[in-house]
Structures are given as C-alpha cells and as structure tokens.
C-alpha cells in the first residue's frame, strides 16, 4: 500500500461528500447552476480520491487492506472499524464512479429544490459507501439506516406522480428487515461473550464463532430476510418496480446500481461467512428462490407497456443470478455472482439513464408512443443499443462474463438449477430485444416524435465512460477478476473449514449421545 498505509483513506472516501455537503449549505438555494457545479465538482473529487484504493490494492492476499480502527465505545465493544477486500473494493469503485453520472445526469431533470436533492445525493453516497466499508456491526447497521433517508427522500420528494406510495413502501419494507437484523446483531453478539467473554461487534472476530447448526439457522434467516427484502429476492421483490418506476432518474440509477447490491453484498459479507453451516443448509431454498427471480422477472418484463417499469423487473431476474451464483457455493460462481454484481450496476444503470433521457424529451415511458426514432436520434439509438446488448449478455460485454461464470459454477452445483437459469439468459435476449425493436425502429409515425433533438454533448459524456466499461470488462475481465480471486478463495475456504468442523463435532456429539442411550439401555435391562 506504499504511501497510504498511514494515510486514514478509508475515512476520508467514506466523508470526503459531506465535506460538500457543508459547501452546498453555504451557497444560496437561488443560485442553482452553482449548486449544481459544486456537487458535481465533490463527487468528481470523491472518485479521484477513491482511485488509490484500486492502484495500491495488493491482489496477492486474501487479508484486509488499508485497515482504520480505533476504540469507539470500549465498554460494549463498538470500534470504527474500516477495512476493504476483494469483495468490497469493486463495489466502492462502483459506487463512486456512479455517483458522478448521477449528478451530472440530474442537471437538466430537478428543477426543483435542487440544493436539497445535491445534499441527498451526497448524503446518499456516504451512507453507501461506509455500509461497504465497515467491519463492525453496529457501525455497518449505522451506515445501513443511513442509506435509508436520503433515498426516501430522492423517491418521495422527486418521484413522479405515486411517490409517496411509493417511498413509503420502500421505507417500510426495508426497515422491517433492519429491525430483524438488529435482533440478530445483538444475539451474535451475546453468543460471541457467552463462548469467549469478550464484548465486541468485530466481524473478523465473529467469523471464528462456529455456533450449533440451530443457532446458525435462527441468525442466518433473520439476517437473510433483511438482505433479501434489499436485493429484492423473490417474494420480497414488489417494493422494487414502484419505487424505480416513481423515483427520478438518477435515484433509479443509484438504487439498480448500489443500494440493491448492500443486499447481495450482506450475504457474502455476512451471512455466509458468518453462518456457514446455515448457509449450506439454505442453499437448496435460496437457489430455487434465484430461479424463480430470474424466470419471473424476466416473464413480467416481458409483459410491461412503460420501458421503465421493464428495465425495473428486469432487475429482478438479473439479480437471480447474482444469488444464484453466489449460493452455488464454488469458486467460479461466486466470482461470477461478484462481477454481475458490477455488470448490473453498470448495463441497467445506463438503461436508465437513457429511459430518463428519452423521458425529459417526451414526457412518457409509453412503448407505444415511440418507435423509428432511429432515425431521428442515431446517437441516442447507438447508446441504446450498447446498453441493451450488455444487459442480455452479448460475447464481448460486461454481460456475457458474469452470466457465463455464474452458469458454469452453478452448473457443476447443480445441472437442473443451470437449466432453468439459462432460460433466463433466452427470455431476457426476448423481452430487452423487442423492446430495443418497437421504441427504436420501424415508422416514425408520430409527429412528435419527428422534433426531437438527439443528445447533447452532457449526455453523451454521461454514458461513455459506461461504454467503456461496458468493453472493458467484457473484453478484460481479468483485471477485475483478479482483485477479487484471493479474497473469494479465501471466503470458500474458510467456510468449508467450517462447515467441516461443525460436522464432525455434531458427529461426535451424536455418537456421544447414541452410546450413552445405549449404556442406560442397557443397564435398565439388566436391572430387569
């Protein structure tokens, strides 16, 4: 890590947009082209900031980089506690990265309250990015609650028509899990003093805690149900498609991008490591839930009339993956699951952020209120067409690597559970396809249509970097693999250590039990 190793960089990625939060309350609320440009210029700052972390990280260790930890409240054992691996490091770049599209994206669309929208925004990403980055439990949950409000606030304050409904759906399901979490949180802890007689919330000391089977069951559901209802999992996913069809655009972005992924970032932070044996045990439910996502979503995308609402339940079905991946439980799966986490951020991200571009042109999402606008936006068209091919996972897209890996890991967990999510990868090819084909092609019948300006050059700086990482990615994974590959071998590792252990010892304990029954059995008879 060179020169950082005593730089508090963590902390700094972490609170850098608060700093221009400080800033943006300073500046009239009148003066909206200068609000504008001092959020931008802060998340511009904020993902330079962030880009030492990917520079120094050390892909050759499994261990916990650019660590930060100071004592918080020593009598219950709260430390602030910071840290990133493999797991965590991609999906901070992520989020950082997006950040910046967002606001540079709101620049023409919020024509109200626009100092309070830039404060959410940057509020917003603070509260992402320190969820990534804790290892302690109640600085995580902290930062998990956090997320909530501004997010709340970006749907309820600057959705569309239903945006009550909408956020308060979004708030109400999210905190029903949170509440469980808690629960669980304060149990972990309790058992962890019961079995060592030491108070702390640190997750790498919690991972050495093997708990009985029963007692990892009882966590690892509590746990799971919070994370589920974020990925959103099948059936907890019916938040979703209200509060992306309502939000504005760039919290639609965000939302597919990052917040969803704190729920598939909390199983492979948490629960698995955390809960091995429990997570074996889960498996067959939780991959047959996948399944079910993947073949679901993509069904009722298929059925939908407003282009935003489509791309919202696709996010169904391509999360199925990323659980699927990650509960095959193998090497390539898990890599897999981790890199469709990225691919999703970054092709559903872009379809939003064109469905908000083509929006602010024609005030509609209807289907059938466009079609050959191909021909009156070729830029626009040519955008479009690189996002759907990476959301359906064309060769030489982001799309294809993670979906192929996640398939191939599955399919040596699993052939039938491979099968069914293939007919995904087919169903989603349809339903993107001809939604690409009716908006972009054939007749441009509608007068309105026929006035419409192609995209300007801050929209055109808007989705190329996610172009480029639409090819980068599709066509080098390996850069991104390889910052990942120690810390997912490492993960797997440990957990199957184990799960190993708690079997033997419940073997034992089985036997144990069997000879004693066996012993008094035999007693009682010879008593007779």
């Known amino acids: 890590m060179g020169g950082l190793a005593h730089i508090p960089i963590l902390s700094t990625v972490i609170f850098f947009p608060l700093v221009g939060v400080l800033f943006l309350l300073l500046i009239d609320k009148e003066n909206e082209s200068v609000i504008k440009g001092t959020a931008l210029v802060f998340s511009i700052i904020e993902f330079a900031i962030s880009l030492p972390l990917i520079v120094a990280f050390n892909s050759n260790t499994a261990d916990l980089q650019f660590v930060e930890r100071v004592p918080w409240i020593k009598g219950l054992g709260i430390q602030y506690f910071l840290g990133i691996d493999g797991i965590s490091l991609l999906l901070v770049m992520l989020t950082t990265f997006l950040s910046v599209l967002c606001i540079l994206s709101s620049w023409s669309a919020i024509k109200v309250h626009v100092k309070e929208y830039m404060i959410s925004m940057l509020f917003l990403e603070t509260g992402m990015l320190g969820a990534l980055i804790s290892l302690d439990l109640v600085l995580f949950y902290i930062f998990w609650e956090l997320m909530l409000i501004p997010m709340y606030l970006l749907i309820g304050v600057w959705g569309g028509p239903r945006r009550i409904y909408a956020a308060v759906k979004f708030f109400l399901y999210t905190m029903v899990g949170s509440v469980l979490m808690m629960v669980a949180i304060l149990a972990l802890y309790f058992l962890y003093y019961k079995a060592t007689g030491v108070y702390t ?93 993947i073949i679901y979503g993509a069904l009722v995308a298929m059925m939908q009339k407003d282009v935003k609402k489509l791309v919202a339940y696709s996010s169904v079905s391509h999360l199925g993956f990323v659980m699927l991946g990650m509960f095959a439980l193998n090497m390539q799966s898990v890599e897999g699951s981790l890199y469709q986490m990225l691919n999703h951020g970054i092709s559903t991200g872009a379809l939003f ?47 294809f690597v993670g979906e192929f890996l996640i398939l191939m890991g599955t399919f040596k967990s699993s052939r039938i559970f491979a099968i069914f999510a293939a007919t995904g990868v087919v169903l989603g090819a349809a339903y993107m396809l001809w939604m690409f084909q009716r908006v972009m092609f054939g007749k441009l019948d509608k007068d309105e249509n026929k006035v419409l300006k192609d995209l300007n050059f801050r929209e055109i700086i808007t989705l190329v970097p996610i172009v480029i990482m639409v090819f980068w990615m599709g066509i080098y994974p390996k850069f991104f693999l390889g910052k990942m590959e120690k810390s997912v071998s490492h993960l797997l590792t440990q957990v199957n250590k184990k799960v190993a252990a708690r079997d033997t010892l419940d073997n034992r304990t089985k036997k144990l039990a069997d000879n004693l029954w066996k012993t008094k059995e035999i007693t009682v008879n010879r008593v007779n």
């Not at 042109?361 to 606008?373: K, S």
């Not at 021909?375 to 996972?393: E, N, V």
Request: with cysteine; proline share 8%.
């Open 353 to 399: 952020l064109i469905v908000g571009m083509i929006y602010e042109r024609r005030h509609t999402r209807l289907i059938v209120d466009f079609g050959g606008l191909s021909k009156q936006l070729p830029i626009f068209a040519t955008f479009f067409m690189i996002a759907t091919l990476s959301s359906i996972g064309l060769p030489g897209t982001n799309g």
């Open 201 to 293: 919330f640190d997750v790498t000391k919690l991972y050495q805690l093997n708990l009985p089977v029963p007692a990892q069951m009882w966590l690892f559901a509590a746990f799971a149900l919070s994370f589920a209802i974020k990925v959103p999992m099948f059936p907890f996913h019916t938040w979703l498609p209200d509060a992306h069809t309502e939000a504005p655009t760039a919290g639609s972005v965000i939302l597919a991008g990052v917040l969803l992924k704190m729920g598939t970032y909390g199983f492979i932070r948490f629960c698995v490591p955390l809960f091995p044996s429990a997570a074996h045990r889960f498996t067959p439910l939780i991959m047959t839930l996948a399944v079910i996502g």
